[in-house]
Structure formats: structure tokens, C-alpha cells
């Protein structure tokens, strides 16, 4: 089994003052909120008058960065601690109007990052009242070209090049990561309409060529709730996915990895009436992954490594999906050697 971890961190990278230090503590408290709207009298603005029949282009874009450190060099110590609310809403209201364009909508929140060469000790923390929060939401009248809704989360992230030491990760019992991604047709979606939901919650992520001691602790809640609602039966083709990560480590060489969960992992894939009873068909695709205290051990890059590996995991942890393509993995060690 290969499993490949690829997460892109959007920052300023530390300076070379600041990095001669290379000790840093890093606390946020409060809250980062952004929001895009677009309603008919707004587009109007832009397409002087707005026929029901629209095929522009719609694009809503947000991100939330805090506690983020780059460094092409050594780090010898980093903390990061946040308390507060990462929020984004994507919202389109044109029920009145038939859309055969491109639609795009996506969401990402990060807190609490590091990327470096070597990273001596870490100390990262998603407190008891932190949440990363994302709702992406559009309401049509018809849907004759596409639409696509994203949402990404992510929550302690540890990188390292070559090595990380000592680090300890902590998402704290409170602590919620949530994506919506909703949808409305007051008709239908065509024959050639595309539609698809897709949301990644992602908290205590570690990944180098060595790690030494790492201690881990997630209690929080994640939860991916994609909801599509349908006036009439569509032929569209409708892909809906979720997917939540809660401790995840990859290195080619571990010593001591100490994984405890305690928290909860929920996706939610829905296609209704607007009374509520489900859609099914062949043109509808719902999947999930529901992965905790997953530890991969890669090929070293300077051939095979016979050292010990002593990984201790432990979940008392609810997972749950609604669709039938779900997958669930708990306290699993992946070796590829």
C-alpha cells in the first residue's frame, strides 16, 4: 500500500534576521472571517442586465492562514497555539436564473504549519474553542453547464525535509473542523450538467525523512456534510466526496510515535427531493475515507533500515458515513520497504 501525503502551505517565509534565531512561539486568539456574496443584482453590475438564461462564469475563492513558518534551514524550537475561529462563506443566490456556465467555489483554512530542513522540537496546538468552519452555498433555478464545491481544513502540520525530533501535536476535545457544501436547483440539472462536492478535513499531520519522538492527541470533531437538492430527477452526472484525516505520519524512519483519538469523524453524502427522501441513481457517485492514527513507513532514501520502530495507537473513536462507498481505517501501520 503507498499512500502519499501532499498539502501546499500558502505564507511568507521567515526572514534571515528572524531565522537566526531559529526558535519560535507563535499565539493566535480570534477570529479570521471571510465571505463572498453574489446575488442578481450584483452580477447585474457586471452584465448590465441579467437574462434568466446565464452562461458567465462564477468563481468564489477564500483562504485563512495563521501561525505559519517556511524556512529553507534548521528550526530548532517552534510552538504554535490557536484559540478562535477560522471562517469562510462562499455564497451564489440566483434561483431565478438558469446557469450554463462554470461555477467554482472553494474554501481553505490552515492553522498552525511548519516547513523546514530539520525541526529539533514542535509543540503545536488546536485548543478546546478552536474551529475551522467552511460553507459553500449556491442556489439556481436550472444548471445546464457545471459547478464544483471544495473545502479544505487543515490543522497542525509539521514538515521537515530531513528530520524532526521531538514534536507533540494536540487537537483539543471541543475542537470542531467542518465543511457544508450545498447546492439548490428549483428545477434540474441537464443531461450534460456536471455537479461535485468534494471536503478534506485534515488535523496532525507529520511528515520527514526521520522522526525521532512524536506524542499526538486528537479529540476534536470532523465533519464533511455535502447536500445537493433537486426539484425534479436529474441525468446529470453528481459526484459527491468526503474525506477526514486525524493523525497522520509518514517517515522513512521512526522511533517512538505515541497516537491517541478520542474524537469523532462524520461524512455526510446526500442527494434530495425538497421534501427530504433521497435521490439514487447510476449517475450519482458518493464516496468517503475516514482515516486516524495512520503511520506510514517509507523506503529510506539511502536503502533499507533495520532499526526498531515502536508506534503506540489508540482510538476510542466514532467514525460514520451515509453512502455506501465509504471507508473507514483506524490504528494502522503501513510499511513499504
Not at 515502536?310 to 460514520?320: G, R, T, Y
Request: some cysteine; proline content about 1%; glycine content about 10%.
Amino acid at each position: 500500500m503507498r499512500w502519499l501525503m501532499a498539502i501546499c502551505l500558502f505564507s511568507i517565509g521567515t526572514s534571515s534576521a528572524l531565522a537566526q534565531n531559529a526558535a519560535f512561539n507563535q499565539l493566535a486568539s480570534g477570529n479570521q472571517t471571510g465571505t463572498n456574496q453574489l446575488n442578481g443584482a450584483s452580477l447585474e453590475l457586471f452584465a448590465d442586465e441579467l437574462d434568466f438564461n446565464t452562461s458567465v462564469d462564477l468563481t468564489q475563492i477564500g483562504t485563512n492562514t495563521i501561525n505559519t513558518i517556511i524556512y529553507n534551514g534548521d528550526l530548532d524550537l517552534v510552538v504554535q497555539r490557536f484559540h478562535g475561529t477560522q471562517s469562510l462563506t462562499n455564497r451564489i443566490a440566483l434561483a431565478g436564473h438558469a446557469i450554463g456556465g462554470i461555477v467554482f467555489q472553494e474554501g481553505t483554512n490552515i492553522a498552525g504549519s511548519v516547513s523546514s530542513n530539520t525541526l529539533a522540537v514542535a509543540d503545536q496546538l488546536f485548543a478546546a474553542d478552536a474551529n475551522q468552519l467552511i460553507l459553500n452555498n449556491a442556489e439556481f433555478a436550472l444548471l445546464t453547464g457545471s459547478i464544483q464545491q471544495r473545502g479544505s481544513n487543515i490543522a497542525n502540520i509539521a514538515q521537515a525535509a530531513y528530520a524532526i525530533g521531538t514534536a507533540a501535536q494536540t487537537i483539543e476535545l471541543g475542537a470542531v473542523q467542518r465543511i457544508d457544501n450545498r447546492l439548490e436547483l428549483a428545477a434540474m440539472a441537464s443531461v450534460g450538467a456536471f455537479i461535485a462536492q468534494y471536503g478534506s478535513n485534515s488535523g496532525n499531520l507529520m511528515e520527514a525523512e526521520t522522526v525521532e519522538d512524536a506524542s499526538r492527541v486528537f479529540a476534536g470533531d470532523q465533519i464533511v456534510h455535502n447536500r445537493i437538492t433537486l426539484a425534479e430527477l436529474t441525468d446529470g452526472h453528481i459526484e459527491q466526496h468526503g474525506v477526514n484525516i486525524a493523525n497522520y505520519i509518514q517517515s522513512s524512519k521512526i522511533g517512538n510515535i505515541q497516537q491517541i483519538s478520542e474524537g469523532s469523524q462524520i461524512v455526510i453524502n446526500e442527494v434530495l427531493r425538497p421534501d427530504g427522501t433521497p435521490v439514487r441513481g447510476d449517475n450519482i457517485v458518493q464516496t468517503s475515507d475516514n482515516i486516524v492514527n495512520l503511520t506510514v513507513l517509507t523506503p529510506p532514501a539511502s536503502g533499507n533500515d533495520n532499526g526498531q520502530l515502536a508506534v503506540e495507537q489508540n482510538a476510542n473513536f466514532s467514525q460514520s458515513s451515509s453512502d455506501g462507498g465509504g471507508s473507514q481505517t483506524g490504528n494502522s501501520v503501513s510499511i513499504n520497504r
